[in-house]
């Protein structure tokens, strides 16, 4: 196994702790499935435990997002051969089916 493959499975460990530990958070910020509603937003607010529990919650989910942006993206693209400071555009195309907006890598033309 190359490094480069071996840092890239020590990034994807310490994703999936993450993950882990973002779930427990959401879980805890928001006990019931679905929407909130204003008056449960507003009590969330209201409470040193929603605060609390909102900013562990924006935390948690940064950490995350700054490890897959700055440690997993460019090592991933270190093993596919890929130059991470290639130039590459993010196209946006809605997908009506999934319910979600994906998003696709475009070279440059």
């Given at each position: 196994m190359t490094q480069t493959v071996h840092r890239l499975w020590q990034i994807l460990?310490?994703?999936e702790k993450e993950t882990f530990y973002l779930r427990a958070v959401?879980?805890?910020?928001?006990?019931?499935?679905?929407?909130?509603a204003a008056d449960q937003r507003q009590s969330l607010f209201d409470t040193?435990?929603?605060?609390?529990r909102l900013e562990s919650f924006v935390g948690k989910f940064s950490r995350m997002?700054?490890?897959l942006v700055d440690k997993l993206l460019p090592t991933f693209l270190l093993q596919t051969a890929m130059a991470p400071t290639q130039q590459?555009?993010?196209e946006y195309?809605?997908?009506?089916?999934?319910?979600?907006?994906?998003?696709?890598?475009?070279?440059?033309?």
């Open positions: 460990r310490v994703v959401i879980l805890r910020l928001f006990p019931q499935a679905g929407p909130l040193p435990e929603g605060i609390d997002q700054d490890t590459r555009a993010l195309r809605p997908d009506t089916n999934a319910g979600f907006p994906r998003v696709f890598l475009k070279p440059f033309a």
